[in-house]
Every structure is written in C-alpha cells, then in structure tokens.
C-alpha cells in the first residue's frame, strides 16, 4: 500500500502563482508563420493595453519573394485586428524579410526592426518600421545598416530605454553593431564588439536608468565550446567585456531583461550540461557586486532536452522565464514550458503552457503595462495544426504562496491513501494536479479521490480559492 504524506503550503508573501490562460490561435493560413529566430522580442504590450504581434511567413504564393513580415494587434474592446504585411514596400522591391523583432516606447509608439535581403538565404540589410496610435504604420521601411551589402547582417533586435533613445542591435560579419536614435536623430552606427571570433544572436535590453545591456553567444580565447557574452553602456561609455556562462561545454541562445524595479539585467539561456550533455535552461542576474550563482530554471536533474526560450521581468520585480522542452508528461513532443523568479529570488518549479500534439518552438514572451504590471504575454511558432502557425496566452499572478514548516505526520494535515484513492482531514479545496515537470496529471475534488494514476512522487495541488490560492505538496511513498 502506498503512504500518502501531505505538506501544506498556505497563503503568504512569498512565490507568486501565474495562472495561465487557454493558448489562441492567431494564424490560420495555408503557408508557414515562423516567430524565429534567436531570441528576438517578438511581442510588446503598449501603455493602452494593445498587445502587438509580429512574425514572418514562408508563403509560396508570393512568389520569388516569399519571406515577408506580417503583423497584427489587439485591441481592448475589439479583439484581433487581420493579419497585415508590413514589410509590403520592400516586398515590391524584390527583396525578402525576416527574423523580426519588437520594441515599444512610453507614448504607445511600435518599433519593428528586420533582415532583408535578394534571396532565402541572403540578408544584405537591416530595415525599421514605425507604428504609431495616431497614424499607424509608416509607408516606407527605414534602412538602419550602412555598410556594403556584401557584409552579411542578421539578428536585428530593438529596444527603447526611458529616456526615449531607440537602440538597435545586430550582427554584421563578425562584429556586434550598436545604433541609437537621440529625439528625431539616428547616430551612425558603432562596433561594440569585434574582432574575427565567431558570435551569434545578439539580445539587447534597456534599464530603468537608461543603461543598454547587450547579451549573444559565441567563442573567444582558446576555447572550442560556445559562451555567453555580455556588455553594458553606462552614460556614452561602453564596458568590458563579461563572461556570463563560464560553461565546459555549449552555452547559447542568450535571451536578457533589466528589471524596472532594481535595474539588474537577468540573462538565460540553453546550456549543455558538463558531463551527460543534457540541454537545460538556466538563468544568471547581476548587481553591482557582480554576477550571481546560475540557477538551473528547468530543473538540474532533469534528463531531458530543453530548448532556446525568453526571458521578461515585470513592474512587480518578478522575473519570466519561457521556452519550449520535453518532460516525463511529454517525452518526445516539446511543450511550451514556463516558470517565474518570485521577488524573493526563488524560481516556482516550471509548469507546461501547452499539452498537445506536434511540436512548438521559439516562444517569446512580453509584460503587461502599468495597469496590469504582473501580467505576462506570450507568442510561439506551434506545429498542432500540421502547418506553422502561430499561437498565443497570457497569464495573470495569483495570490503569493509560501511553504510553512507543518509536520506531516500531525492530526492537522495527515493525509492517507486507501485502496487507489485518498482522503485527507486538511481541508484542501478542489484543485489542479501537477507532476513535478509541470505537467498536468489529473484534478482531485474535496474528500476521496480515486489516483491509481500516481506514481511514487512528488506532486502540486492548486486549489480554486478565488481569493487565495493555496498550494499543497503532495509525495506519495511507498
């Protein structure tokens, strides 16, 4: 017979629960619509509350030119404005676009940054294009690169600081670019990292003391493994060089935040484990006494696969992680997978967003504005429809939760297990199941409840208080 041992976690101030909403469908085409590469901000929500969506499409029916850009928003009170090709004035220039990323400013204006090139493969140049409330999308895209098209540019990615300075970063060659807008002015771009060593996938974030924080990947000295690499401009001065990973082995798709409340940047990314080569997602903060121990996000012990993911932090001081990888739930088939930094600096184990057939990649996440400032967006490129479509949720926090030191063997919270079910003297409330990996396992209502489903193991419940939701530990034994 199995023991069923119950810990209690009661109402606090301590990890904040996210509620995940039903995922949406946003596309429904017969081509594919793709929310890659790297780590670029895909979603934004304006101070009004309009989400805005961008990504691009691989339709054939455009012809020679079938990379473009596409775009839509939501409005509050209307919902889903239709699928719009912003990328339509290079489109009839015979150039292709793609990889594009997102950046809003305090007056609800959208920057859309992007590569362009003649061919699929090719991206000659980096473009921006402007959204604004009052008049929409600008009619002509702006070119932002200036050398030759001969040197190859890729991963163009954009932020917006409080000052109101537009920053854009990419990769030209083997050098990572800078170029920032100053009030209606755009400075000449600069090289903040060069030389001949391999880098990828730059991220950049700005910080609520308009500090810019600059992440990618890549090598440098001797070593054959790929690290993390991160700088920061303070004033109009660029610092030194950090090794963020220090890993033994592959370190890469780099994602960054600052977050509002203390200005640190927090970085994550995918790292191959030292000794089994397992991929898992893991996160790093500074402050000003330097770079803190990682923490494995999606669970040190965890023997499978993870892939690349985002990285948010919200006016609360919470910070978001999201990415896609498998679990016992879900083996072979990637999930979107979530977990959030409480303002404690301890990471909730993460939990599955989707639970679903195909597979799912390249989520990207957004906060929510000053109305909702513990709200969270998210996008991704999702595979269940048997095309690339993309899919969308959102999440809201629930009431804190922290762990109280109750002894399980006391009248008050001992639970047993009778015959495949159990029946508790707590009185826990109606709730959801999880598993350890944060998959969905089955929902338990109040007094006996038939599990032969359960596996010795640990196990969360989220019950369905309305106005706190408590959290129990359960680990079944033998």
């Known amino acids: 017979m199995k023991k069923l041992v119950l810990s209690l976690i009661i109402a606090g101030a301590g990890l904040l629960a996210t509620e ?10 017969n081509y594919s619509d793709y929310s890659y590469w790297s780590t670029q901000r895909r979603i934004v929500v304006d101070p009004a509350g309009r ?10 029916g455009l012809g020679t030119y079938r990379f473009q850009i596409y775009y839509k928003r939501w409005e509050p009170g209307s919902g889903w404005t239709p699928d719009t090709m912003i990328s339509a004035d290079l489109y009839n220039q015979n150039l292709n676009s793609k990889h594009v990323s997102l950046a809003c400013d305090s007056a609800g204006r959208i920057y859309a940054v992007w590569t362009s090139g003649p061919d699929d493969v090719t991206d000659d140049y980096i473009y921006l294009k402007t959204w604004s409330p009052e008049s929409g999308w600008d009619q002509n895209s702006r070119l932002l690169s200036v050398s030759a098209p001969t040197v190859t540019k890729e991963c163009a990615t954009v932020t917006v ?3 109101q300075h537009v920053h854009v970063v990419w990769l030209e060659g083997t050098a990572i670019v800078h170029r920032e807008k100053v009030d209606t002015l755009w400075r000449l771009p600069v090289v903040i990292e060069g030389g001949s060593n391999y880098k990828a996938y730059p991220a950049v974030a700005g910080g609520p003391d308009n500090r810019v924080h600059v992440i990618w990947y890549g090598r440098e000295g001797t070593s054959g493994y790929y690290d993390v690499f991160y700088k920061v401009r303070t004033d109009t001065v660029w ?22 409340v203390t200005g640190c940047p927090h970085v994550l990314w995918q790292c191959y484990g030292a000794q089994d080569l397992v991929r898992r997602i893991v996160h790093r903060w500074r402050n000003q006494s330097g770079w803190q121990p990682a923490d494995t996000v999606s669970g040190f012990g965890d023997t499978l696969d993870q892939e690349p993911g985002q990285i948010i932090a919200t006016l609360d001081g919470r910070v978001h992680a999201i990415w896609s990888g498998r679990t016992a739930g879900s ?3 990637p999930q979107i997978r979530y977990a959030e930094r409480s303002t404690n600096g301890v990471w909730c184990p993460p939990v599955n967003v989707t639970d679903t057939v195909n597979t799912r990649e390249r989520p990207s996440i957004a906060s929510g504005n000053a109305e909702v400032p513990g709200n969270v967006y998210a996008v991704w490129t999702d595979y269940r429809d048997g095309n690339a479509e993309i899919y969308y949720a959102w999440a809201t926090p629930a009431q804190g939760w922290e762990e109280s030191s109750v002894d399980p063997e006391s009248e008050k919270c001992r639970a047993t ?8 003297c707590v009185e826990v409330g109606p709730g959801v199941l999880f598993d350890i990996t944060g998959s969905r396992v089955g929902r338990l209502e109040p007094g006996r409840n038939g599990v032969p489903q359960l596996t010795p193991g640990v196990y969360f419940l989220f019950s369905d208080r309305v106005s706190k ?3 129990h530990r359960l680990v079944v034994v033998r």
């Open 51 to 60: 989400i805005h969506v961008a990504w691009y499409v691989m339709n054939s």
């Open 469 to 471: 939701q408590a959290v």
């Open 239 to 260: 610092g030194p060089t950090e090794d963020v990973s220090q890993g033994e082995r592959h370190q890469m798709y780099p994602s960054i935040a600052v977050s509002p």
């Open 331 to 333: 083996p072979v088939i």
């Open 20 to 29: 995940w909403q039903p995922e949406i469908r946003l596309t429904n085409n």
């Open 417 to 424: 297990l009778v015959r495949k079910g159990f029946e508790s």
């Open 161 to 163: 600081t409080p000052d």
